[in-house]
């Protein structure tokens, strides 16, 4: 488990957990996460929700921002279960000719799909959005967390100018909450499964990659640091025989390898 003690901040209000949020060092990219079943009153409250983060705080040091293939430097959203929603629908708000588009405006921002089917790819470019990630850590769940099926989805991507961020994760076990997944675990074999899946994307040649995940305990995806912890109902997961910081430094030997071989792509 996590060395130290926990702290629950999900009870304060948005505004003020947003404002805790955005003034920690070292912040990653804006993760807006849309889940369940994505009704019409949910989908226009996703917009509602999306122009006042931005209005809000997308002036702030620490919201991520990517400069796109136009040279705008924009926000940039990964939006989970977007095949949940008609593409036609997304397309209103995410093309330039969309009834309610954002393009061009002061809350357009880079959008990010999520691909699981190989279809997805197709729904994902008629609905406007400007790329698509991968984001399940157990490799051959979907078709887009599978790292034989990059290379292609790269291409495809590459072909119609958008973004292909592979995600990676250090391992997969979340029998502790669905019971009946076993046959989708990943064992973390020592760090070795990590190191595969950051090969992998490397391969492709990404512009960017996502890690899945940094604390998501419950389905045994985190990096963050740990140390053996056992209680009446359970084992957490620990990094032994190697250290609590195993796999940061491993996130961190890898990223530096990905902006040295970018470099490289550039020339």
């Not at 002061?106 to 790819?121: C, G, P």
């Not at 391992?171 to 090969?199: C, F, K």
Request: with cysteine; charged share 20%; aromatic share 16%.
């Amino acid at each position: 488990m996590p060395p130290g003690p926990v702290t629950r901040c999900d009870s304060r209000p948005f505004d003020d957990f947003l404002k805790g949020f955005w003034s920690c060092p070292g912040i990653l990219p804006a993760w807006l996460m849309t889940t369940g079943n994505l009704l019409r009153i949910w989908y226009q409250l996703y917009w509602m929700l999306h122009i006042d983060i931005t209005s809000r705080y997308g002036d702030h040091g620490a919201f991520y921002k990517f400069t796109s293939s136009t040279g705008k430097s924009l926000p940039l959203f990964y939006i989970y279960d977007t095949y949940l929603t008609p593409p036609e629908s997304w397309s209103e708000f995410l093309t330039p000719t969309g009834s309610h588009s954002v393009r061009g405006s002061a809350y357009d921002s880079i959008f990010i799909a999520l691909i699981v089917e190989e279809r997805h790819k197709h729904d994902i470019l008629a609905g406007g959005f400007d790329g698509m990630y991968t984001y399940f850590a157990s490799n051959g769940f979907s078709f887009g967390s599978s790292h034989q099926n990059w290379k292609a989805i790269k291409a495809f991507c590459d072909g119609n100018n958008l973004l292909f961020i592979p995600s990676v994760g250090p391992g997969y076990i979340d029998t502790s909450i669905r019971p009946w997944n076993n046959h989708n675990m990943r064992n973390r074999v020592n760090g070795r499964y990590y190191e595969t899946a950051l090969q992998a994307a490397l391969n492709v040649r990404p512009e960017m990659v996502t890690i899945t995940s940094f604390n998501e305990w419950h389905e045994g995806t985190q990096i963050e640091r740990a140390v053996p912890k056992k209680t009446v109902t359970r084992v957490y997961l620990d990094y032994q025989p190697h250290g609590p910081d195993h796999y940061l430094e491993l996130t961190r030997r890898w990223a530096e390898q990905f902006n040295k071989e970018k470099e490289q792509w550039l020339m």
